[in-house]
């Protein structure tokens, strides 16, 4: 049973255009979300996170949106960047857990010039 | 300051061989994670650590044993490898107020 689901597996967008990647969740114990990136032939990076207490946290062109409600949480990028062409990995914690990540699937964004 | 070093990156092994995999960090991190990425099923946790001399087992853990003799070392075993075993591992460790710093991964293969 996928806790974590991350439903597009590709989306392609224009450079300077936004990316919205979305990720959505079953577990309504899950407290605290994460976005990774992840290169070919690397492990995943940490990008950017977010408390359920919070609905938005931004970073530089990194925002992420969480609606409880709808157990559903969004990666914005703008502007997209040819360099930001990877796999992305929605990530989510149970509070208390020893921070046992439990992913999703993964979406590979491509970036076009 | 390497982070998290995974050894070694490529390993190909016949069934039932067994081996090591190595992960070690300089962060001075308690928790340390073993990953596996198969296609179309994203990162699922082996086996975790909190601590040194203490092991506990993740989502997927038969097949895997763990030890954390030392802080900075954690190291995943196969015994007797099977073709399901074949993925890439991915060696995570964390600090206080930190995210997950990942290793690059040891990309294994049973035939």
């Known amino acids: 049973d996928q806790q974590v689901k991350q439903n597009s597996p590709s989306l392609s967008v224009q450079e300077g255009r936004i990316s919205i990647l979305n990720c959505d969740y079953t577990n309504s114990m899950f407290d605290y979300f994460l976005w990774y990136k992840k290169y070919p032939a690397e492990g995943p990076t940490f990008l950017i996170s977010?408390?359920?207490?919070?609905d938005k946290n931004e970073d530089g062109r990194f925002t992420v949106f969480l609606n409880k409600s709808a157990k559903h949480l969004s990666l914005h990028i703008v502007p997209s960047q040819p360099g930001d062409s990877a796999v992305y990995f929605c990530?989510?914690?149970?509070?208390?857990?020893?921070?046992?990540?439990?992913f999703g699937k993964g979406t590979l964004l491509t970036v076009n010039p | 300051n390497a982070g998290v070093t995974q050894t070694p990156k490529f390993r190909v092994l016949k069934t039932g061989q067994s081996m090591t995999l190595l992960c070690a960090q300089d962060m001075n991190h308690e928790y340390m994670y073993w990953y596996r990425q198969d296609p179309g099923m994203g990162l699922r946790l082996i086996h975790y650590?909190?601590?040194?001399?203490?092991?506990a087992k993740g989502e997927v853990p038969d097949g895997y044993n763990v030890s954390r003799l030392k802080k900075q070392n954690f190291l995943l075993g196969l015994e007797s490898a099977a073709p399901s075993q074949t993925s890439v591992y991915f060696c995570?460790?964390?600090?206080?107020?930190?995210?997950?710093?990942f290793g690059n991964g040891t990309r294994l293969t049973v035939t």
């Open positions: 650590s909190v601590g040194e001399g203490t092991t």
């Open positions: 977010i408390s359920s207490i919070k």
């Open positions: 995570a460790s964390k600090g206080v107020g930190s995210p997950l710093h």
């Open positions: 990530a989510a914690i149970i509070g208390g857990s020893n921070y046992k990540l439990t």
